[in-house]
């Protein structure tokens, strides 16, 4: 199995270059404390390998690789996935596949219709659609409340589950460890309330760091399905035999 886990920032990241003036904001309430609760974090039954697992530790904060205005990654979350965790995984990518189709999330028209709308990161080649209502309630890694997806070509290519707004690197759930790779960003913002979408349209003054996300593909993708949508695949895992 070869594996190569990275975070980095938004190719969309261009799009805040040249605004020095602009207020940094810490992006909403603040969050509890501790990772949040999901079913899919679950006990191992024996010791897991804290070892980084074979990934690549150059450069980075926190142990990890990634670029300027990452988090640091969590070193407990720098680990081999064990059984128990690798099967949670799998029914994570599981659940919530069948939790978009049933929802009718799975096509562009389908988002669109329920009121999702793109950030604005067209250029990047992946556009991402979110949708306010589920970016601020109180749900977290729930397949049937997926607050982001990414589209390429005009398809659904996958689902982002996003922490709730103030949430940070420390409220991410050990689901696989390394399997499941988290990312944040910094970025500039239209708006600093939660409330209006232009608290997600990218391209306006209010920089801050957004919560943790973590894609799920909807299809197969080279790098398995916890990889991230960016040229590089720097925002995600690259694990070869998930699925």
């Not at 965790?85 to 799975?106: F, H, M, P, S, Y």
């Amino acid at each position: 199995m070869y594996l190569r886990s990275r975070r980095a920032l938004f190719a969309a990241s261009v799009l805040i270059a040249g605004l020095g003036s602009a207020c940094t904001m810490t992006g909403g309430p603040g969050p509890g404390s501790g990772p949040v609760a999901t079913p899919y974090a679950v006990p191992c039954s024996g010791d897991m390998d804290h070892s980084g697992g074979g990934m690549d530790h150059g450069g980075g904060g926190g142990g990890m690789p990634g670029m300027p205005g990452m988090s640091d990654y969590p070193a407990r979350l720098q680990h081999e996935p064990c059984a128990e965790q690798q099967a949670a995984a799998r029914k994570l990518i599981a659940d919530t596949r069948a939790a978009v189709r049933r929802n009718g999330q799975n096509t562009l028209a389908g988002l669109m219709a329920q009121g999702f709308f793109s950030i604005g990161d067209e250029l990047t080649g992946t556009t991402h659609y979110t949708k306010n209502q589920l970016r601020n309630d109180s749900y977290n890694l729930d397949p049937a409340h997926v607050e982001e997806y990414a589209v390429r070509n005009g398809r659904v290519v996958a689902a982002m589950y996003v922490l709730g707004v103030g949430m940070t690197m420390d409220n991410v759930p050990d689901i696989a460890g390394n399997w499941t790779m988290w990312h944040d960003h910094v970025l500039a913002f239209q708006s600093n309330n939660p409330a209006s979408p232009a608290y997600y349209r990218l391209g306006g003054a209010f920089t801050r760091r957004e919560p943790p996300m973590l894609h799920v593909w909807l299809e197969r993708n080279s790098c398995g399905p916890f990889a991230g949508t960016d040229g590089g695949a720097m925002t995600g895992s690259c694990v070869q035999g998930i699925e």
